[in-house]
T-cell receptor, first 114, second 111 residues
Framework: DTGVSQDPRHKITKRGQNVTFRCDPI?????LYWYRQTLGQGPEFLTY????????KSRLLSDRFSAERPKGSFSTLEIQRTEQGDSAMYLC????????????FGPGTRLLVL | AQSVTQLDSQVPVFEEAPVELRCNYS??????LFWYVQYPNQGLQLLLK??????LVESINGFEAEFNKSQTSFHLRKPSVHISDTAEYFC?????????FGAGTRLTVKP
């Protein structure tokens, strides 16, 4: 299967702990996106990469959030000092470099902060 | 910035009945429009998209959507639904790779 993969699929952590999620995009895709989805809502954009460059960050992305895509392949999203409000599904998507290109989503990482 | 409104949060229908999930968008320039489907505990899957050309687009599983520029709508329809169509459906609008999603419509197909 050559789709987008995310690891872990589920994460339970205590408030104040740091967590890191990984996303492996479809290998030919230049662009990689991170979204957050809370219950009953659509995905909200967090940030995106074009190759290894992080081109845009939402104001939803506080200083506790950091994302990297060091070699233009996989990406990591780290949340430091987690808060209960960080509990959500974190989705990764990838696409080709062109306007209107379909974004292909991974299965998501569900985070629960206790 | 572009935005999307999905007018119904929940749509219950009986199996084999027709269904329409409504989506309106707001943008001052031309955009690309998408419908995604999300099954429980899964990521989003593309159902269909409108980029240009024919205003009626179809998916492989019987769904279709019509782009209506004058009404700024992109409603999703299916003439006869199946139990397996039960899922969350998201309308999205994209401009320069900035994709905005609606809040979703929960379609529940009852036997």
């Amino acid at each position: 299967d050559t789709g987008v993969s995310q690891d872990p699929r589920h994460k339970i952590t205590k408030r104040g702990q740091n967590v890191t999620f990984r996303c492996d995009p479809i290998s030919e895709h230049n662009r990689l996106y991170w979204y957050r989805q809370t219950l009953g809502q659509g995905p909200e954009f967090l940030t995106y990469f074009q190759n290894e460059a992080q081109l845009e960050k939402s104001r939803l992305l506080s200083d506790r959030f950091s994302a990297e895509r060091p070699k233009g392949s996989f990406s990591t999203l780290e949340i430091q000092r987690t808060e209960q409000g960080d509990s959500a599904m974190y989705l990764c998507a990838s696409s080709f470099l062109a306007e209107g290109e379909t974004q292909y989503f991974g299965p998501g990482t569900r985070l629960l902060v206790l | 910035a572009q935005s999307v409104t999905q007018l119904d949060s929940q749509v219950p229908v009986f199996e084999e009945a027709p269904v329409e999930l409504r989506c309106n968008y707001s943008s001052s320039v031309s955009v690309y429009l998408f419908w995604y489907v999300q099954y429980p505990n899964q990521g989003l899957q593309l159902l269909l998209k409108y980029l240009s050309g024919s205003t009626l687009v179809e998916s492989i599983n019987g769904f279709e959507a019509e782009f209506n520029k004058s009404q700024t709508s992109f409603h999703l329809r299916k003439p006869s639904v199946h139990i397996s169509d039960t899922a969350e459906y998201f309308c999205a609008v994209s401009l320069a790779n900035d994709m905005r999603f609606g809040a979703g419509t929960r379609l529940t197909v009852k036997p």
